[in-house]
T-cell receptor, first 114, second 113 residues
Framework: NAGVTQTPKFRVLKTGQSMTLLCAQDMNHEYMYWYRQDPGMGLRLIHYSVGEGTTAKGEVPDGYNVSRLKKQNFLLGLESAAPSQTSVYFC?????????????FGPGTRLTVT | AQSVTQLGSHVSVSEGALVLLRCNYSSSVPPYLFWYVQYPNQGLQLLLKYTSAATLVKGINGFEAEFKKSETSFHLTKPSAHMSDAAEYFCAVSGKAGTALIFGKGTTLSVSS
């Protein structure tokens, strides 16, 4: 049971380039989330999904797109990277509809945009 | 709306001393509260959670937290700090039903020998 995995672990992009971050979970969780972590800012929600084929915007969605074509995968895309998107990105998943369920986090992707 | 405030971005203690990390929340509905720990270059790991069953919650690694509704607080404590406790700690409150957690900005705990 690998839990939540993220690919890649590190990436350096030039301004204007695009990329996709992949999140996979093997716990059959319905809910999946993408956060970004910046120093002194905590974690901020980018997008989330409450089930296969559904996505919704979080607190800081601009410049990002997501897709949830399969229940176990949640992709985060950057169409035209900007230096402001330099950050550490975390994926998380959660079972169940109730808010008592905790989220399980992946190890993170460290992205630098030059 | 839900929000979390962590008092003190950096806390330093000596090994063996009491650890106290402060968290205050705001919630328009009965909250579910969480403490997560993040070790360097790793993801977040759940320490403990409050889901209304008991106000004193015990977690992993000897940590515990007490839910105080009157003070809207959920402070994290550990009686005796260990060097391995050095990490960043995040308090979080549940958001609207079905959505994500709302995180505080984090508190970095340093432990000196």
């Amino acid at each position: 049971n690998a839990g939540v995995t993220q690919t890649p672990k590190f990436r350096v992009l030039k301004t204007g380039q695009s990329m996709t971050l992949l999140c996979a979970q093997d716990m059959n969780h319905e809910y999946m989330y993408w956060y970004r972590q910046d120093p002194g800012m905590g974690l901020r929600l980018i997008h989330y999904s409450v089930g296969e084929g559904t996505t919704a915007k979080g607190e800081v969605p601009d410049g990002y797109n997501v897709s949830r074509l399969k229940k176990q995968n949640f992709l985060l895309g950057l169409e035209s990277a900007a230096p402001s998107q330099t950050s550490v990105y975390f994926c998380a998943s959660r079972a169940g509809q109730g808010n008592a369920y905790e989220q399980y986090f992946g190890p993170g992707t460290r992205l630098t945009v030059t | 709306a839900q929000s979390v405030t962590q008092l003190g971005s950096h806390v330093s203690v000596s090994e063996g001393a009491l650890v106290l990390l402060r968290c205050n929340y705001s919630s328009s509905v009965p909250p579910y509260l969480f403490w997560y720990v993040q070790y360097p270059n790793q993801g977040l790991q759940l320490l403990l959670k409050y889901t209304s069953a008991a106000t004193l919650v015990k977690g992993i690694n000897g940590f515990e937290a007490e839910f105080k509704k009157s003070e809207t607080s959920f402070h994290l404590t550990k009686p005796s700090a260990h060097m391995s406790d050095a990490a960043e700690y995040f308090c979080a409150v549940s958001g609207k039903a079905g959505t994500a957690l709302i995180f505080g900005k984090g508190t970095t705990l340093s432990v000196s020998s």
